[in-house]
């Protein structure tokens, strides 16, 4: 089963470009609204940096998110976008000062802060700024995430978040800073995860702590467990999206939220990676020694998750219905890794042949790069074309 694109619209258009579904966006996030809508108290954060495209973006909004965001351009870009700051929560281990002082100035809705460093100097500018900063801390919860290595961030071993051992004693420092309102604590144990079990290790951490921080009488509001939930990216036709009942369902089982706190969620891939795909042309069929390639006008620049974590992308030729043949799928850039695939079958291909790499909606487009100053590709959505 191969999926359906508007393959006569797409003639005209120059290659490499992405191909956004709207229609699939919308169900997805109709769907994230309910799931999430049936738990009282739960809040749903889009992560920009999945893909910051204006109309993605605006899609989004409308929907109702909040805004997750981890530099100060994405906070301009989901307030161009239309996002109430009061929905915007920033994350991230290297924020500059001028990025604290413009999610000051917008008033966000909270600082996801990573080290005691940071506090102190977010302390200091809001100080400066005659404001409050409101803070939760990110918690490195030392959770392992079923997912590829490049891509956890909730090992004791990753640059992320605050160590358990210490947060007791950041929270009271945090306490005491005149320009720090303390809200709440932030988690984000990596991506790409499907296994519910890894969430589930993550509520019983959430729980102890929460045990721990009651015993000393330390009031937490909020509660952000960050992102992370995967899709099945082998079968974007059949499995279209995420499973967010169980993902939602598992958090209202196993946290134990306190009264009155607030749940936070921070989704990027789940709600974006399937409505998008890379269409890209065949150049060139070349024979090598032990197998053939398709060379296609898209590269890593384009999308470079294959390259950058050996991710695998379902590829299709949305052109040619011949029999099934081997190919190596590669790019023209001048990297041995710019490769989207190997032996996998497609129907035969011939120059012109356009070929749809699926998912790419997540971590394709934002990611793309100048290198071998190639142009970045054009994003198109079902809406406009
Ligand atoms: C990347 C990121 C997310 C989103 O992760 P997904 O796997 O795309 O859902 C959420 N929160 C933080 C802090 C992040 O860095």
Known sequence: MK???????????????????????????????????????????????????????????Q????????????IRAALDAGFAPDTIVYAGVGKSDWEIRLGLEAAIHCFNVESLAELEVINEIAAEMGTIAPVALRINPDVGAHTHAN?????????????????????????QMP?????????????????????????????????????????VASINVGGGLGIDYQHPNRVPMADFKTYFDTFARRLRLLPGQTLHFELGRAVVAPMGSLITRTLYIKEGATKKFCIVDAGMT???RPALYQAYHKIENITSDEPMEPYDVVGPICESSDVFAKRIDLNRCQRGDLIAIRSAGAYGEIMASHYNCRPIPKAYTSDDI
């Open 151 to 175: 891509i956890t961030t909730g090992l004791a071993e990753n640059k992320f978040g605050i160590a358990m051992r210490d947060m007791e004693h950041v929270i009271e420092q945090a306490q």
């Open 302 to 304: 384009d999308l470079i």
């Open 179 to 219: 320009a720090i309102s303390f809200t709440g604590l932030h988690f984000h144990i990596g991506s790409q995860i499907l296994d519910m079990g890894d969430f589930q290790a993550l509520c019983n951490r959430i729980n102890d702590l929460q045990t721990l921080l009651s015993r000393r009488h330390i009031d």
């Open 3 to 61: 999926g359906t694109f508007p393959k006569e619209k797409f003639a005209s258009l120059q290659t490499p470009f992405y191909y956004y579904d709207m229609e699939l966006l919308r169900q997805t996030l109709d769907v994230i609204r309910r799931e999430a809508g049936r738990h009282e108290d739960f809040h749903v954060h889009y992560a920009v940096k999945a893909n910051a495209n204006s109309k993605v973006l605006r899609a989004i909004r």
């Open 63 to 74: 929907a109702g998110f909040g805004a997750d965001c981890v530099s100060g351009g994405e």
